[in-house]
C-alpha cells in the first residue's frame, strides 16, 4: 500500500508565504507525476501545480509566478511553496503521486487527504 501526507497548511495573511509538504511512503518502486491540487469550499477541485520525474513543472495560471512546485526523489517528498498569497487560495490542497509498487505492472494513482489553507482578507 502507498500513502501520502500532506501538512504545512495553516492560517495565513494577504501576502504571506506557506510551504505545503507531500510525504509518500509505503510499498514503491518509483513515482511517476506529483501533482497539487485545491479545493476550494463549494467547488470543484481544480490542478494547482504539477512536476514530472524529471521535474517539469506546470501551472495554473491563477498561480503562476507566485507557487513552485518541487520534489525531493530521494526521500519520497513534494513540496509546494506559495508566497504573495491571495484569499482566493483558501482551499483543502490535497496531493496526488502516480506510484509503481515494487513488483507491480502498471502506474497507479494515490491522493492525500489535504491540508487547509486559510489567507485571511
Known amino acids: 500500500q502507498v500513502q501520502l501526507v500532506e501538512s504545512g497548511g495553516d492560517l495565513v495573511e494577504i501576502g504571506g508565504s506557506l510551504r505545503l509538504s507531500c510525504q509518500v511512503s509505503?510499498?514503491?518502486?518509483?513515482?511517476?507525476?506529483m501533482a497539487w491540487y485545491r479545493r476550494a469550499p463549494g467547488q470543484q477541485r481544480d490542478l494547482v501545480a504539477s512536476i514530472t520525474r524529471s521535474g517539469i513543472a506546470e501551472y495554473d495560471d491563477s498561480v503562476k509566478g507566485r507557487f513552485t512546485i518541487t520534489r525531493d526523489d530521494a526521500v519520497n517528498k513534494g513540496y509546494l511553496d506559495m508566497k504573495d498569497l491571495k484569499p482566493d487560495d483558501t482551499a483543502v490542497y490535497s496531493c496526488h503521486a502516480r506510484v509503481m509498487q515494487n513488483g507491480g505492472i502498471s502506474w497507479l494513482d494515490y491522493w492525500g487527504q489535504g491540508t487547509q489553507v486559510t489567507v485571511s482578507s
Open positions: 509505503g510499498d514503491i518502486w518509483r513515482i511517476n507525476r
